[in-house]
């Protein structure tokens, strides 16, 4: 999970990256970590709000959203 700690320090590294100075090597490799952390959060949320969603289709037919098969997708 991300803490408000973390998107704080996302945006100071975005922020600082775009100064003269720069980000160090160092600074770059955690930003690229919590970039990936806060996607992954994101992600996990997402498909938590559509686990819970149930399409109701126009014969009254009810069905729950299913994540897509990987290797299905075009």
Same mark, same amino acid.
């Given at each position: ?7 704080? $320090?996302?945006? !100071?590294?975005? $922020?600082?990256?775009?100064?003269? *100075?720069?980000?160090?090597? !160092? *600074?770059?490799? !955690?930003?690229?970590?919590? $970039? ?14 559509? %686990?819970?969603?149930?399409?109701? *289709? ?11 098969? *990987?290797?299905? $997708? %075009?």
């Amino acid at each position: 999970m991300v803490t408000q700690k973390d998107i704080d $320090r996302i945006n !100071e590294l975005a $922020r600082k990256s775009k100064t003269a *100075e720069g980000l160090t090597d !160092e *600074e770059k490799a !955690e930003q690229k970590e919590l $970039r990936v952390k806060y996607i992954n959060s994101f992600k996990e949320s997402l498909e938590s709000q559509l %686990s819970g969603i149930t399409i109701v *289709e126009p014969d009254g037919s009810k069905h729950k959203v299913k994540k897509k098969d *990987e290797n299905s $997708r %075009s």
